[in-house]
């Protein structure tokens, strides 16, 4: 996981250096998500539907080739605050597993005024999260689509206030247990939809 983060905090930086127009910053808000999601363990299976609502927090950016055409990314973090199985009442969720999203994406913008744009994209994502349980380390990993839009706003130079919402599509999903020093492979049904309302701010260079 530290060597995914460090690739993405490598690719940010360098493709930084490599555009001139562009913008960095931080943006929170929430994840609602609805699953579904089946898993295959050898002889027996488990099959779960829900929902859940977690706390979003990111760093993220874009890097114009054009004054059109550029490239998104993002490094965020989901934390596991409410949840509900079925038809149930949402309950708070003990013991969370933090879930980090790295994402990659095609951007467009087009500008509504002097100090107003519309920016959009869709790429992919990679979320990665693991916990503990009696000895046990159970991980798993998920890539999937993600797709944004949003407005943004500039008070003051170099300063842009933003507000959008992502969505999240899963597409694959694996999950492993490993004990003893022995893994084992888990196949994953999982598919449903995330949004993610959110504000930000972010420095234009």
């Not at 910053?25 to 609502?53: F, P, Q, R």
């Not at 492979?185 to 420095?203: K, T």
Request: aromatic share 14%.
């Amino acid at each position: 996981m530290k060597k995914t983060v460090l690739f993405f905090l490598v690719l940010i930086l360098s493709t930084a250096a490599a555009f001139a127009s562009g913008w960095i910053g931080v943006d929170t808000g929430a994840n609602i998500m609805w699953i579904n999601m089946k898993m295959d363990m050898g002889e027996e299976s488990l099959s779960v539907s829900g929902s859940e609502i977690d706390y979003y927090l990111g760093l993220s950016g874009a890097h114009y080739f054009t004054d059109s055409v550029g490239l998104g990314y993002s490094v965020s973090m989901l934390y596991p605050l409410s949840a509900k199985v079925e038809d149930g009442d949402f309950q708070k969720v003990e013991d969370p597993d933090i879930q980090f999203k790295p994402a990659l994406s095609f951007q467009y913008r087009h500008e509504l005024g002097e100090s107003m744009k519309l920016e959009a994209g869709i790429g992919l994502y990679y979320g990665y999260t693991s916990t503990k349980e009696s000895g046990m380390k159970i991980s798993m990993w998920q890539i999937g689509a993600e797709g944004n839009v949003g407005i943004s706003f500039e008070p003051a130079e170099h300063i842009v206030l933003k507000a959008g919402a992502k969505v999240l599509v899963p597409i694959f999903t694996n999950a492993s247990a490993t004990m003893y020093g022995i893994t084992l492979e888990y196949d994953v049904n999982c598919y449903g939809i995330g949004v993610i309302p959110y504000l930000g701010i972010a420095y234009i260079y």
